[in-house]
């Protein structure tokens, strides 16, 4: 469900990976329906409106690992997700982009 909910919410807000990587749980405004983004592109900060449908699965997601502070969180191999101190790896969100990719049929353009 973690690369789900991850890809889910990189596509619904515009994302880029490293962007959603970064994502806390005090980034999600719920009142106002925006996703804070903290230094994207050009090192600036900014607001993007979150699908309420896209919020709802970032709350089923969190209650899957429960982590006070980042929305997604590495899991090691030996340790819980609630005590994780970083975010997934970038490398596992893009092979899991590749993944996706593949199943859905995409190929690249010549």
Known sequence: MHNYAFLSTVYACGLRLSE????????IDSQRMMLHVHLGKGAKDRFVPIPADTLALLRAYWRTHRNPRLLFPASPRHARRPSATRPMAIDSVQGAFRDARASAGITSAA
């Open 20 to 27: 959603a990587l970064a994502l806390e749980i005090s980034d």
